[in-house]
């Protein structure tokens, strides 16, 4: 199985800009669909972002013209660019590996790392 591990989380105002980065125990070259998640108190678990082995992409609504997802196979690291966040933006974000198709659930998941946006 994948070990993920997450970082890059924080305290930002709303408005601000983090990078969240999950780094992987292996080569992501294998792995086609990389995505991030998050998970906000008494909420389920949603998708934000995925993107496949050949680049595609796809975004949450309340994310998209904010958020970019990239992944780079030679460090074995997906990337989280997360701009212009609101208080909303709160939660745990989680990286998900998919062997396959992006579908759920995910083959394996970080840790989480935390995301806090004040107003």
């Known amino acids: 199985q994948v070990r993920l591990v997450e970082s890059g989380g924080g305290l930002v105002q709303a408005g601000g800009s983090l990078r969240l980065s999950c780094a992987a125990s292996?080569?992501?070259?294998?792995?086609?669909?990389m995505g991030w998640y998050r998970q906000a108190p008494g909420k389920q678990r949603e998708l934000v972002a995925a993107?496949?082995?050949?680049?595609?992409?796809n975004y949450a609504d309340a994310v998209k013209g904010r958020f970019t997802i990239s992944r780079d196979n030679a460090k074995n690291t997906v990337y989280l660019q997360m701009n212009n966040l609101k208080p909303e933006d709160t939660a745990v974000y989680y990286c998900a590996a998919t062997a396959s198709i992006c579908s759920w659930p995910p083959n394996s998941w970080g840790q989480g790392t935390q995301v806090t946006v004040s107003s």
């Open positions: 993107i496949t082995r050949g680049g595609s992409t």
């Open positions: 292996v080569s992501i070259f294998s792995i086609n669909c």
